[in-house]
DNA sequence: GCTTCCCATTTTGGATACAATATACAATCA
DNA sequence: TGATTGTATATTGTATCCAAAATGGGAAGC
């Protein structure tokens, strides 16, 4: 077999792509919070059919990212703040745990990868980019814990707080803090301190949360 | 306003009937794993079109409970023991944290329908009450806790590991020592020792995974 | 007999059409 | 003027129909 082949049968259907645009138009913030999501308007866009959309939506609905009213259609979900908070709770309580378990199995590919997101979060010229290397960040690191089941209530609590995060990074030393951390974190990690990796992991959301709540307006 | 209303607009949708019936059957283990789920037998069952049957799978498969594929249809969910060791944790991550942060603000009201969930899992007669009265023990207790979000997560990590857990109590020891161990977690609770109810909690939940372990069969 | 290919059947994915419900506004009456 | 009711429009929920893909069985070839 000469050419790259790959199960086509993975390859996604048009909800998953409305899905996942979608999903990204929020984390990202370009979905205000409240923002109504109209299957018309969303088909058209897409040049599908409403049935696609609404499994779309659906979707984004058990991820959290929406909020659906029978015969009343669909917004971008809010959060208040003690709802983010219970979210940084939640992972407080999960992350430690899964780095811990995951630091034994880390690869020194997974460790650069680790590094490289570091790096490029410390020069990225884009502030667009600094949520995404920081998902990039924790997922690389995550993933050699093998826990696929809390990694992927992980991501979707991730998800639903990601506009916030992103929003704290651009804080004034939101960032620059963000960035300290994430090389003590690897650091441990590389030495295989995994209790320490997991300490600074609570550490590192705990203070995020505290900067969030001190920040928070709405 | 003279005669009994209430809020028509929560009446549930066809969807959301099928959902909760397939549901029902797939926790209590109605439907075994592998069983194949065709959205045409299932209409005709619920006298509806395929749309409705279809939106019922997605959200049975985002619950985890189904697996599906493009074009080939869905079964119900297997488990292997490396996924419910998992879903243990998880619990034994979460469960400990979330009574612990329950007991001060559980009303009489909540002990006494914790009570009664155990005294009436000790005298049922029908050892498939067993696993229904086990699920609202906990969840009654851990309502306390205000943390919803949390609640959510255990929710669908208890509905994935239901038929085990109810094959389990149908153990020679396993429905005795269940009720034993909620006893001592509703005397914990009473007297407000929080940190003991966690860690009954967690044990209560270590015991039962090692139990499934051991009569792990498939 | 075994394999391979083709086709018919089954089943799911998606589009279109219709029904049920909500929302906004106009019309009516006190 | 104000409230209330009827009505039109918009939007979602569901049914029906068609397209795409998978599955199974039989015929052709070795």
């Known amino acids: 077999m000469k050419i790259q082949a790959y199960d086509i049968s993975k390859t996604a259907s048009a909800a998953t792509l409305i899905f996942d645009a979608i999903r990204q138009a929020i984390i990202t913030g370009d979905l205000a919070q409240g923002e109504p999501l109209r299957q018309e308007d969303i088909a058209r866009a897409f040049n599908v059919s409403r049935i696609p959309v609404r499994e779309a939506l659906q979707k984004l609905e058990q991820h959290g990212l929406i909020v659906s009213q029978r015969y009343k259609g669909a917004v971008v ?22 780095i811990r378990r995951a630091v034994p199995h880390m690869s020194p590919q997974v460790l650069q990868e680790a590094a490289r997101c570091c790096a490029a979060f410390g020069n990225a010229e884009d502030p667009m980019q600094w949520g995404d290397l920081n998902r990039r960040f924790h997922t690389t690191l995550y993933a050699a814990s093998g826990l696929a089941y809390h990694l992927e209530m992980l991501n979707k609590a991730m998800d639903r707080i990601d506009p916030y995060l992103r929003a704290q990074l651009l804080l004034s030393d939101g960032m620059q803090r963000a960035n300290r951390e994430h090389l003590m974190i690897v650091d441990a990690c590389k030495s295989g301190q995994a209790d320490k990796a997991a300490d600074l992991t609570r550490q590192h959301i705990l203070g995020a949360q505290e900067s969030l709540s001190r920040h928070w307006q709405k």
Chains 1, 2 share one sequence.
């Not at 979900?77 to 899964?98: D, K, M, N, Q, Y």
């Open 77 to 98: 979900a809010g959060l208040s703040l003690e709802e983010a908070t219970e979210i940084f709770e939640f992972r407080a309580l999960l992350e430690p745990e899964v």
